[in-house]
Each structure stands twice: as structure tokens, then as C-alpha cells.
């Protein structure tokens, strides 16, 4: 599971005063947040419109109306973006959704990949 990890202090090498006594400087790193995958439903002949709306209504949160306007890219443009996570996350999603798919005995394809930002 990927979790933003609280920022660690590096500290520097003491620096010596003229009395003797030592002071230490805090320097802290710089923390990237997480790559995005979006996860992507692939269009076939075969699995139909109906069940699509349901499998992302269920794995992706969205209402009726949302998951239809989904549905529907997918059926024109051949592919479709159901949502965007971490990559943890969207491989489970993609998992999900297979699943569900084989249970059903649709052929229906899920996809992960990189968002280009």
C-alpha cells in the first residue's frame, strides 16, 4: 500500500562555535508524491453495455449517469479512463474488475498505465 511518508530531517556536520559549543543545522528532504497510473477499460463485441455500467459503478464509486458517459467513451473511442490512482491501488482496481469480468464469463479488458503529466 502506498503512504506518503512524513518528511525525515537530515542533519548536517555540527558546526563548532568559538565558545566550544556545538549547533546543529536542520536541512529537510524534499518528498515526491507517489507516480500516477489511470486505469483503462478496453472495448469489445462482446460484453454487454449494461454490465460495464455496473462494473464501474461498483469498482470505481461513480453514479449512474457518470458510468454510463464512461460506458459510452469506451464503446466509441475504444478504450476509456475509469479513474486515476497510485499504482498499488490501480493494479487492484484492474485486478477487480478481471475478476469480475471471468465470474461473468465477459471477455471484458482493464488496463493500468503511467499518466503523462
Known amino acids: 500500500m502506498a503512504t506518503n511518508k512524513p518528511t525525515k530531517p537530515i542533519i548536517s556536520p ?14 529537510t528532504q524534499k518528498v515526491q508524491p507517489p507516480s500516477m497510473y ?5 472495448n469489445d463485441d462482446y460484453t454487454p453495455m449494461e454490465f460495464v ?12 449517469e457518470a458510468a454510463t458517459q464512461i460506458m459510452l467513451k469506451i464503446h466509441l473511442d475504444g478504450r476509456g479512463v475509469c479513474g486515476v490512482y497510485s499504482k498499488d ?29
Open 53 to 64: 455500467v455496473v462494473v464501474i459503478q461498483e469498482f470505481f464509486g461513480k453514479d449512474l
Open 89 to 117: 491501488i490501480a493494479a487492484t482496481k484492474v485486478d477487480q474488475v478481471m475478476e469480475a469480468a471471468h465470474k461473468a464469463g465477459h471477455p471484458l479488458q482493464c488496463v493500468s498505465e503511467p499518466v503523462d503529466l
Open 38 to 42: 489511470q486505469v483503462v477499460m478496453l
Open 14 to 27: 555540527p558546526l563548532t562555535e568559538g565558545d566550544g559549543s556545538v549547533v546543529m543545522e536542520r536541512l
